[in-house]
Every structure is written in structure tokens, then in C-alpha cells.
């Protein structure tokens, strides 16, 4: 018996200590930065207290029945079965304490929903596996894809401190102003949650949910989808970065004027050298998880680009399908999500890369060319 | 045996009707939506008549246009934000262009949110629930008309009208090839 | 095994034949009943070792042992296997065998749907198995299968999944409508339904509960499949369909389902803690109506999985408060175990073990659910592995330790030997322990936001992911333990007594252990 007690104390250590050496961050919620998690994150703690103090006092209570009511030698045990006073009394007691619970709940809950008028709006779409951000009021739109590399995921490389929480590009919006989210999803459910916000609204194709907040803050904010989306869906991190508003207004013409520079991008005259760069980079970040680092994709499934005939020797063929995808097939349309330099680039890249360079007919595709066929269409 | 054999037939006729039931979720969804505005399903084309003397008050729209995935047109709203007025009746265009060589099916599905003012959002024109075949390259503007209910509650200044396209081609060849 | 021995002398038509054929063609419900355990018990390790692979792959993070894709396949037929698999038949099997011996009936009503029952399940299970060796994979869309996941996005063995749960479905309401007609109509004169023991009882009510929902899960599966193969858009958007119906649909059957899997381990508790406590169960009355009235609040909370879908203030609201309602009824239950132990005479066998266990980490995983209840603080638990932690808080330390807790108690009426006690006991505290080590941290890295279904994560994550991979490991090999304590008793162990225990009430402690092939065929008189 000594053993058994000897294991129990290591355990209640155990599971005592953990948290204290974790640090308290790494075992609660976070408080969040604005006024709705704030609100929140005290919910909780409210809640979370009178959860231990009604749970110390349960298995404290049955601690002292097993130590006061062990058997013994010539024992009489009680024969009651009933106390209709007392039964009435806690259940009485326990519909108090939940109303305690349930009425700051309530008033959370509508602070919540709220559905005033925001300064910017903001359409967030869920795609396998990254988030989209339109800006409503300036039409700016993006994509963020996960930026941790597969090297990083295959433990060949160090992993970085944000590892599988870092973005391409992260979603930028300005301190002190009323954002809200219009959240959709392009293909299955997805949920975009960002702890620091207390938001957590899910993902559906064809509807529009919406959520606000507002920060007070700047800073770097991660979450994930928290909604299994398929094979990557722990790989779509959200991180949102929290500047002035001098600073977004800069953001946002930044962004402008790269589309615009984007637009005479294609006018350029390319070497396949500064393409096959580019096109290696954009085929990290969006093609491995399917056609894989070594284009032998994953038949029958993901078909192979290394030594594919339509890689090799049909061009035209192969920008129609990044244009367009396939129709009944995994693969999508890249024609918004990515740039015509982007595209170019790709393109040229899986006709170069693993040999294809040698066994096809080796030409590559300039930017010019998306736009051409993207013209032709209208 | 014979209080056994009954008691089989009421628990059997129990199963048939939850099966029933599961299926009859469906249309009572679809009503309960209607009535609360659960994920914002429109109540269609209908208008109701308003007192000569209600207050107008200033909202503001969001058009938001979406293609779902392998979805290939061009899909886009006249405007993306609109300064309206409640009880005024709007026309916004939607164009739809079909960019690819080969003809297409397409179905588009609303969604307002807040979901609370969906009931308040009376389109008396629209293109929802049609089916739309464009040939290859073809491209058609259709116009949404509507008027936001002057009763809609005073904590909704905003409302976001949301379509998006879905490319029902496949679905659609199926059906008539069973036909 | 001396059932078997003594049997030989009576007439063949008595006794249980030879062979597999005993067991194929068999409509007594002790071998029907020892079936379904064996059953469950293969189910149990099925699923827990993919447990196993999945903690594995998140022992550390970065990418271990399997593909995100298979990982997927691993965390949704764990969850298929566990609830279909392993606890559900447990509890039909603890019904069969035991529900007639408590209420004085000679067997089931409908013997040869029994043995159908049961032996549809193998089928059902190796049709679910067999997609692993398919084109596509197994189901990899969590075993709550939201749709388009698992539809239009579906892999194409989405179909054999359908079919699968239809012959799940079709057994547990085959198996539900036995146990019904038996309590109904079979029990001995004088059982009055105030005086049913309270296994039965939760038996009973759990029978209605599957009753009801089951078809709705056939229902749901069969939009599924005609949205896959018939072109109808119950859940497609596109066809003016909702993905969100499709998780009312499921939820209408799963929370009810999820009491389904904790019900009879309430009944079970109750006896354990009443035998070992030498005391009658306090307020038989209230469990009674306790129970009750969990099951008609099961069906009006099914919303609060789903508050973060976008639900109108009101249902939110709605939802929270008759979710915040169940914890009376789970309190009341609670209170009554503690009083039936306050003045008893407590004695400390593997079965109380795991009953003392069972109330104080159920009453953890209940307090979880009321945190979880409060849906504004619930968008930030949604989906983490808070939620994990709750749920797996009510189903391990919940549901699987009433059922083992079950098979210590009754183990010695089946075979007719005790069971080996230090081992028991050994069992007991390792898998106390782990189970702890296990589940305990999940509550941590939750509220730090690790979300759930994630086959890799970040690296605030790691330390707590590896102590819970090491508490599942030690888990995992303890119930090897459980399956040697069984066989031992089965093979070894020394003659029970026909009371087995100091304290035993209740009819099936008054036939001889092991229990004869036939028993009550003349009904007892009950007072």
C-alpha cells in the first residue's frame, strides 16, 4: 500500500507542478488584447473558480468517505436511502449556482453579438489550406499561405519559433478602428479563430457569417482553423498583424501601387533563370503538398509533372489548367490566387525542373502570356 | 407472448417514424430558417406593404460576389458598398462571364448576414435559385432590385448580401441525362 | 466453463452445442452476450491502437510516423471504432447478459434477433475496416463526418462508410427493441418498474434513447449518400442545400448518443458502489427520475456543438441554458453516489476501485461540460483540445471504467472464478494513473489554444503533447494487463461463491457461479 500512495503523491505532484513550471500563459487562456476577450477570459476564470471550488469540494468530500468509512472489524453500516430534504436542498442549490453562471454569461454573450456598422470590412474566405483576405473599401486581396517549410515539418531543419503559426503575408489591419470579418469558404467548412480576438467563427461555402473586433494593440496575432478541413488543415495558420492606422493607410497603398507594378511586371522582358527562381519559390508554396518536391506527385490522385507529357511538350494546354483547373479533380484554378508573373513562373519552373528541361521541348512561359490568355478570355 | 409482439410493433413504428423525422428535419429546417433568418436564407421575392409615414433611416450595403471552387468565371458586383436607405427601393447589376471554351451551368446562393435582418431584405428581382447556362465566352448582366424593410431593428446598420457561384455544369448534365 | 461440463448431462436442447456452431447460431443470451463483450474488447484495442499512432505521430512536433492524410484516417475511425465499436457493444453485451438475470427472465424476448444483431456488427466493422485497403484510404473526416468533408470532398470509400454505420444503426435498434420487449414483459411477478435495479433501469431509458435517434443517423447517411450518388443537395450548397443542416441532423443523434454511451454506466456505478458500501443506494427514487430526465434534455441541447456556426443570438442562448440544465440531474446522481457512501461500510475491490474513480473523474469531465455550456466562452474552447480533454474525461474514466468496473463485478458470475485481486488492483492504479497523465494536460494545452485534429502543431504545444503521448502509451500496455486479469480468471482463477460479494442485492447474484446455461426458466417471486 505504501507503493500505491508513494505512485498517488508523485502524481498529484506531478500533475500540480506541470503547470507551475509551464508558466501560466502555457496553461490558460490568453486574456487577448481587446475589450470583448478581455470580457471573455474573465468569464472564464469566473467560471473556471467555481468549477475547482465545486470540484475541491466533491473529491474532498469523497477523500473523507473513503478514509472515515472503511470497513472495519464489526462495523454496522447505516441503512438509509433517502433524505428527501436534502435532495431537494442541493438541487435547489445547484440551480442557484448555475444561474450565477448563466446570467454574466448572457450579457457576454450579446456584448458578442454585435452588429454594428464596422470602419473596415473585411472578406475572409477558408480555401484547403489558406485563408483569403479582401478588403471591401479598397480592393485589396490576398492569400496567405503557411510559410514554415517542409524541411521544417520533416525535422530536417531547425524549427523557427513561430513554427507551423508564420504566413506568407499576414493579414494587416489598423489599431483602434471597428473591424469586422464576413467569413466564407470556398470549398468544405473551415473555421478562422484567433485567441487574442476571442474570435472563432466557422467557415461555410455558400454563407456569410460575421464577426468583429477591435484592437487596441499593435502587435503580431496567430491562430489555425480549427475545423478538420482535409489532409493540411493543421497547416492554415491566421496570423494578423495589428499596426497605427498611419501605418495601415501606408499598408494599403503599398499594396495598391504593387498591383500596379504587378501589371507592368509582365511588360518586363524575363531570363528563364529569374523565372525558374520565382517559379521554384511559388511551387513551395503551393504545389509540394500534392505534385510533392520531386514532381512525381501522388498517383493516381496528384499525377506526376516530372516526365508528363503535357509538361514536356503542351504549353498551352498546361497554362489552361493553371488558369482554369480540373474540372472534377483536386486541382483548382490559380488565376486569382496567383500573380500572371507567379504563374509564368511556375510554369516555367516544372518545364525546366527535374529534368523535364532535357526530355521536352524546354521552352518557357513569360508573364506576358497569362496576361495574353487572360485578355483573350474577355 | 402476445404483450411482447406489441410492445415490437409500437417500438418498430417508433424507428419508421424517426427515420421520417430525420428526413423531415429538412423542410422544417428550411421553415425554421425562414422565420429566424438562420444562416441568412432570404424569404424570396416578396414585398409587403409599408405606412405612407415610416421613418427612412441611412444603411449601408456590402455586395460581396464569391466563386466556390473550380468555379471559372467572372463574377462581380456593379459596386461593393452602398449608402441606402430603408424603404427605397435599388437596382445593383450583377455581371456573370463564362471565360472558358466550353458552355457552362451555374447556380448562384444568397446569403444576408446578420442573420437577424435577412427577413428584412426584400429582393422583388433577382437571379437566385435559377440556373444559369452561359456559352463560352458569353457574358450577361442581371440586376438584383430590392427594398430593406424600414421595420428592420435599429441595431442592424449594416447588411451584406453575398452571393456565390457555384458551377453546377456536371449536376446539371446528370439530371437531364436521367430525364 | 463448468456450465459447459455440467450441461453434458442434461438433454442437448438444454445446453449449449459444440463448436463454432455454438456461437454462430447461438440465441442464449449469456453466449450472445459474451460475444459482443469479446467483441468489443477487440474493438477496444482496434481503436485504442490507433490511438497509439496518433499519439506517436504527435509525440514531438514535425512530421513522425504517419502522412497528415493517413492521420486523418487514424483520428476518425478511432473515434468510429471507440463509440460504435468498443463501448456501444460493451453495454449491449453487459445488457444480455446481465438485464435477464436482474429482472428473473429466462433470456432475451427475441432470441433470434439477438444473435442477428450481434453478428451483423463483425460485418459492419470489416466493411469499415476493408476501405483502409481501398483506393482513397479509410474515412478521414472526423466521426462527426461534416459535410462537404465528406461528400463532395470525400474519398470515394465515403460509401462503404455509409453503408457501415446503416449496419451499426441497424444493430443497435435490432438490440434496443430486444431490450425494451424484455424489461417490458419478462419480468419476474412482483418486480414492479420501482423496483428494477437501476442497471436495467438505465438500460431501459438508454433502448429509447437509440430508439429514437439511430434512424435520424440513418437518415443523415442516407442524404449523404443520395447527395453522392443521386444528385440531391440536402447539404450541397450549390443544389440550395445547407452544410449546416447536416450538423443539426447529426447532432440531433449525437448528443443523445452521447448519453447512450454513459447511461448504463451510471446503472452499473450504482450497483458497485451499493454492494461495496454495504448500504442501499441513496435515492433510488430521484436516480431514477435523474436519469430520466438527462435523456429528455439530450434532445433539446444538441446546438451547444455548435455555437460557433453562426446561430441567431436566441438559439445560442437557448442552447446554453438547456445545456446548463443537465448538470442538475448529472449533480443530483453525483450526490447520491456520495450519500450512498457517507455511513456505509466501504471495502476497496477492483470494481469499487473503479467506480470511486469513475465518479470523481466523470464529476471532472462534467465540470468541463458546464464550462464548455457557456457558449461565449466556449468560442474560445471550441474545437481545442479543452474540448478533448472533456470528452474523453467522460468516455475514458467515464464510460470505459463503468464498463470495466462492470466486468470485475459480474466476471466472477460468468466464469464462475475470482479474479486475480492484486492484479485488479494493479490494473486499477496504472490505469488510474495514466489515464490522468493522459487526459489532464489536454485541458492545458486546450486554453493555450492547440486546436483539435491537427496532425502537427507548434512548439508551446510540446512538452505537455509528450507527456500525454507517454500517458497514453502507459494506458494503452495497462489494458493489456486487463485482458491477462480476464483470461487468468477465465482459466485460473479460484471457485466464486454464489454471492461473490459481501454486500451483492439483486437476483443474478442468487444462481450458482458461474452462471448455468439456462437460468430463471421458472420466474422468481419477487417482493
Same mark, same amino acid.
Given at each position: 500500500m505504501m507503493f500505491i500512495k508513494r505512485i498517488f503523491a508523485a502524481l498529484i505532484a506531478c500533475c500540480v507542478s506541470l503547470p507551475l513550471f509551464a508558466g501560466w500563459g502555457d496553461v490558460n487562456m490568453t486574456p487577448g488584447v481587446n475589450a470583448l476577450s478581455r470580457e471573455i477570459f474573465d468569464l472564464h476564470m469566473t467560471i473556471f473558480w467555481i468549477c475547482v471550488v465545486i470540484g475541491a469540494l466533491v473529491l474532498g468530500f469523497m477523500v473523507y468517505l473513503i478514509v472515515a468509512f472503511r470497513k472495519k472489524e464489526g462495523d454496522k453500516p447505516a441503512q438509509f436511502d433517502d433524505h428527501p430534504v436534502l435532495e431537494m436542498t442541493w438541487t435547489v442549490l445547484f440551480a442557484v449556482i448555475l444561474a450565477v453562471m448563466a446570467i454574466p454569461a448572457t450579457f457576454t454573450m450579446i456584448r458578442a453579438y454585435d452588429d454594428a456598422e464596422g470602419d473596415i470590412n473585411i472578406l475572409i474566405t477558408g480555401h484547403q489550406w489558406k485563408w483569403q483576405y479582401e478588403y471591401l473599401e479598397d480592393e485589396v486581396s490576398f492569400f496567405s499561405n503557411l510559410a514554415t517549410d517542409l524541411d521544417q515539418r520533416n525535422n530536417i531543419a531547425p524549427k523557427s519559433d513561430n513554427y507551423l503559426l508564420e504566413v506568407d503575408e499576414p493579414l494587416v489591419i489598423p489599431t483602434n478602428k471597428r473591424i469586422r470579418f464576413l467569413i466564407t469558404a470556398n470549398d468544405v467548412i473551415h473555421s478562422w479563430w484567433v485567441p487574442d480576438f476571442a474570435v472563432k467563427q466557422d467557415a461555410i461555402p455558400g454563407f456569410i457569417n460575421t464577426a468583429w473586433t477591435q484592437v487596441d494593440e499593435e502587435g503580431i496575432f496567430r491562430g489555425q482553423c480549427t475545423e478538420l478541413c482535409g489532409q493540411y488543415h493543421g497547416y492554415m495558420p491566421v496570423v494578423v498583424k495589428a499596426v497605427s492606422p498611419e501605418d495601415y493607410d501606408v499598408w494599403v497603398n503599398e499594396k495598391k501601387e504593387a498591383k500596379i507594378q504587378q501589371a507592368l511586371l509582365t511588360e518586363k522582358l524575363w531570363s528563364t533563370e529569374e523565372l525558374y527562381e520565382i517559379g521554384e519559390g511559388v511551387y513551395q508554396t503551393n504545389c509540394v503538398a500534392c505534385h510533392q518536391v520531386n514532381g512525381e506527385g501522388l498517383p493516381p490522385v496528384f499525377p506526376a509533372l516530372a516526365g508528363s507529357d503535357l509538361v514536356l511538350n503542351d504549353k498551352a494546354k498546361q497554362i489552361e489548367i493553371l488558369m482554369e483547373g480540373v474540372q472534377g479533380a483536386a486541382m483548382q484554378s490559380y488565376a486569382e490566387q496567383l500573380s500572371e508573373v507567379d504563374i509564368a513562373a511556375v510554369i516555367t519552373y516544372t518545364r525546366k525542373a527535374w529534368g523535364n528541361d532535357a526530355s521536352g521541348d524546354g521552352e518557357i512561359v513569360i508573364p506576358k502570356e497569362i496576361l495574353d490568355y487572360k485578355n483573350n478570355k474577355l | 407472448m402476445k404483450a411482447a409482439t406489441k410492445t415490437n410493433l409500437k417500438l418498430a413504428s417508433l424507428v419508421l417514424g424517426m427515420f421520417c423525422f430525420g428526413f423531415a428535419l429538412v423542410p422544417i429546417y428550411d421553415v425554421f430558417c425562414e422565420i429566424t433568418g438562420l444562416n441568412g436564407k432570404v424569404s424570396g421575392p416578396t414585398i409587403t406593404e409599408y405606412d405612407e409615414n415610416f421613418n427612412s433611416r441611412e444603411i449601408k450595403i456590402l455586395f460581396v460576389t464569391k466563386n466556390n471552387e473550380n468555379m471559372a468565371w467572372n463574377f462581380t458586383s456593379e459596386k461593393r458598398i452602398l449608402d441606402a436607405e430603408t424603404g427605397t427601393a435599388y437596382t445593383v447589376d450583377y455581371t456573370f462571364e463564362n471565360p472558358t471554351d466550353y458552355p457552362m451551368v451555374a447556380q448562384a446562393i444568397p446569403s444576408v448576414s446578420p442573420g437577424k435582418g435577412a427577413q428584412y431584405f426584400h429582393k422583388t428581382e433577382c437571379f437566385c435559385f435559377e440556373e444559369q447556362l452561359l456559352q463560352p465566352g458569353e457574358k450577361l448582366t442581371m440586376p438584383v432590385r430590392f427594398i430593406i424593410d424600414p421595420d428592420l431593428p435599429s441595431d442592424v446598420p449594416v447588411l451584406t448580401l453575398g452571393y456565390t457561384l457555384f458551377d453546377i455544369t456536371e449536376s446539371h448534365i446528370k439530371l437531364q441525362a436521367s430525364n | 466453463m463448468s456450465a459447459v461440463i455440467d450441461s453434458h448431462s442434461d438433454d442437448h436442447h438444454h445446453g449449449p452445442a459444440k463448436g463454432i456452431t455454438r456461437w454462430l447460431y447461438t440465441t442464449n443470451h449469456k453466449d450472445i452476450g459474451t460475444l459482443y463483450l469479446w467483441f468489443s474488447f477487440l474493438m477496444l484495442f482496434l481503436g485504442g491502437a490507433m490511438a497509439m499512432v496518433i499519439r506517436a505521430e504527435l509525440f514531438e512536433p514535425g512530421s513522425q510516423i504517419v502522412s497528415p492524410e493517413f492521420y486523418n484516417q487514424m483520428l476518425t475511425n478511432h473515434g468510429l471504432i471507440m463509440v460504435f465499436g468498443a463501448v456501444m457493444p460493451a453495454f449491449v453485451g453487459l445488457a444480455n447478459w446481465i438485464i435477464p438475470m436482474q429482472i428473473g427472465a429466462p433470456d432475451m424476448a427475441l432470441p433470434r434477433m439477438n444473435n442477428l444483431s450481434f453478428w451483423i456488427l463483425p460485418v459492419a466493422f470489416g466493411i469499415l475496416i476493408s476501405t483502409f485497403f481501398?483506393? =482513397? =484510404?479509410?474515412?478521414? $473526416? =472526423?466521426?462527426? $463526418?461534416?459535410?462537404p468533408l465528406s461528400t463532395t470532398y470525400a474519398p470515394p470509400t465515403v460509401t462503404f462508410f455509409i453503408f457501415a454505420v446503416h449496419i451499426m444503426g441497424a444493430s443497435s435498434i435490432m438490440g434496443s427493441i430486444n431490450i425494451i420487449t424484455t424489461i417490458l414483459n419478462m419480468r419476474a411477478p412482483g418486480m414492479t418498474f420501482m423496483k428494477m435495479p437501476l442497471f436495467t433501469w438505465t438500460w431501459l431509458i438508454t433502448a429509447y434513447l437509440l430508439i429514437a435517434v439511430m434512424p435520424v443517423l440513418a437518415g443523415a447517411v442516407t442524404m449523404m449518400l443520395m447527395d453522392i450518388h443521386f444528385g440531391t443537395s440536402f447539404f450541397n450548397a450549390a443544389g440550395g442545400g445547407d452544410p449546416v443542416l447536416f450538423q443539426h441532423i447529426f447532432w440531433f443523434f449525437g448528443h443523445p448518443e452521447v448519453y447512450i454511451m454513459i447511461l448504463p454506466a451510471f446503472g452499473i456505478v450504482s450497483h458497485i458502489i451499493e454492494t461495496f458500501s454495504r448500504k442501499p443506494i441513496f435515492g433510488y427514487t430521484s436516480m431514477v427520475y435523474a436519469i430520466a430526465s438527462i435523456a429528455i434534455l439530450s434532445f433539446i441541447v444538441w446546438a451547444h456543438h455548435m455555437f460557433t456556426v453562426g446561430m441567431p443570438i436566441a438559439g445560442e442562448l437557448f442552447f446554453m441554458y438547456t445545456t446548463m440544465l443537465i448538470a442538475i440531474p448529472t449533480g443530483v446522481k453525483v450526490f447520491n453516489w456520495l450519500s450512498t457512501m457517507f455511513k456505509g461500510s466501504i471495502s476497496f475491490e477492483t470494481p469499487m476501485l473503479f467506480s470511486i474513480a469513475f465518479v470523481a473523474l466523470f464529476t471532472i469531465g462534467g465540470l468541463s461540460g458546464l464550462m464548455l455550456a457557456i457558449a461565449p466562452a466556449d468560442f474560445q474552447y471550441h474545437d481545442t483540445y479543452f474540448v478533448v480533454a472533456h470528452f474523453h474525461y467522460v468516455l475514458v474514466p467515464g464510460a470505459i471504467f463503468g464498463i470495466i468496473a462492470g466486468v470485475y463485478y459480474w466476471l466472477p458470475k460468468w466464469t464462475g472464478n475470482m479474479y486475480d485481486e492484486v492484479l485488479g488492483k494493479t490494473h486499477f492504479w496504472m490505469s488510474f494513473i495514466s489515464v490522468n497523465i493522459t487526459f489532464f494536460p489536454m485541458h492545458f494545452v486546450g486554453l493555450a489554444g492547440m486546436p483539435r485534429r491537427i496532425p502537427d502543431y507548434a512548439l508551446q504545444f510540446a512538452d505537455f503533447n509528450m507527456v500525454i503521448s507517454i500517458g497514453a502509451f502507459i494506458f494503452g500496455l495497462t489494458q493489456l494487463l486487463f485482458l491477462f486479469v480476464i483470461l487468468k480468471s477465465i482459466f485460473a482463477g479460484k471457485q466464486a461463491t454464489t454471492e461473490v460479494w459481501e454486500g451483492a442485492k439483486g437476483l443474478e447474484w442468487t444462481v450458482a457461479s458461474p452462471a448455468p446455461y439456462h437460468t430463471f426458466e421458472t420466474p422468481p417471486e419477487v417482493k
Open positions: - | - | 481501398m483506393e =482513397g =484510404g479509410g474515412p478521414n $473526416f =472526423g466521426w462527426t $463526418f461534416y459535410a
